[in-house]
DNA sequence: TGTGTATTGGACCGTACGGTCCTAATTTTA
DNA sequence: TAAAATTAGGACCGTACGGTCCAATACACA
């Protein structure tokens, strides 16, 4: 609503995904968005925590335009999207440099355990952005094996995913997220009934092929805007 | 060392893995460890920094023991203790309830891009982990294609695993953990030259399809103990 | 014109933090 | 027994935190 409101929340969302929640205090924000003073803050959010709340669901939605819209894209096949998502999750990556991970994922690690609200908040996104890959692969099923478990595999992508952005950060090395994901790409390889995708686990290292006769080449940058 | 030393490293291990290191106060610590006062605490550590350095440090050594061991054990086939050594991952995190994750993938998520001293020595841990598991690979590598990479997998197997343990505290649910491990397992196993191990991924028809003539129709189970 | 809402600015409060200093009693060890 | 290290206890300091309260000004819209 308010153009100060999304100010705030631009500039908390920034602060918080790169030094934690904890760690941004309620001044930091009021410099960052260049607020008067901690009653023009208040004046727009009861508490730090609602503030939280709210960035962590603004961060979801920018994740959802951008990274869960590729694997809702009815044009293409729906393994492809899976793989254009993984490159998206990369290419967001990249954007920082290798530094500032999932937003999700490092709040997950510093407030799962110690506050409940937020837990059951990063668990619902968890499970958001789950359901979108399994209703995918359900999408996907003539293709897949038939004891392909969707719930399992949803779980290892991201599960991946997140401990490969975490490894990234902290080696600061994006070829340690970029090599993570062709690996990935190849575990759900494995998944698909033709066999011809189990080749693209030798000689092929650009994972992108696939079984169905699907486009291939598709840059990353056309994706992930 | 001093008594007094380990009671103190071993208070703060259990708060920091709990909170997280900045939400662990000095005097947690000292109430933690049953400590007189500040000056008590003060006398053995330098600042609650160095305590976090040795904390890591302590806590390395010991998952060393029990998980590193495991991949170090010499009369065990080396893929089987790869096996194991995820089954103790997961058994580690059982200790828990699904609670308190890897305590380098907390550290490492909370303090990676804030503390350069701590980013780097996490760094250390996870590479000396990916060494111990390279050599593994190395020990295995007449098992394996030979276009293995042992330095992306590696970094693929641990990436799972943090990534594993980080979802399962946020859904305080151990089936996650144990589904993501077992897939890890397959996916392990997808390397192997011998197929004993591919199979799991089942009734595939087409044996000549498929290269460096891999068998199958093995059962998953007989590998992934 | 008036009424509400947004904005500014600052004083203030209680609490917690990491860290220092000082004194004195107790235990260890040479 | 004397010196050295360990334990104890508390006062203190500067800073930062989340949050409240208040008074005054700007600006919208009806």
Known sequence: MSDRRT???DAAATLISERGFTSTSVDDVIKGAKLSGKSHFYHYFKSKEELGYEVLNRQFERFAERGLA????????PLERLNLFIDAVVALQSESGGRRGSPFGNLAAELADAHE???VRIEAVFERWASQIR???WEARPQLHDDVDAVRLSRFIIAALEGAVLMTRVKRDLSVLE???ADLKRFIAMHVRDSAAMQLHRNVEDAGSLP???ARHLSVSSVAV
């Open 117 to 119: 609200g937020f837990r």
């Open 212 to 214: 169905h006769g699907i």
């Open 7 to 9: 100010q705030i929340l």
């Open 135 to 137: 209703s995918l692969l």
């Open 179 to 181: 090599g993570i994901a």
């Open 70 to 77: 590729i694997l809702r894209e009815p044009m293409i096949d």
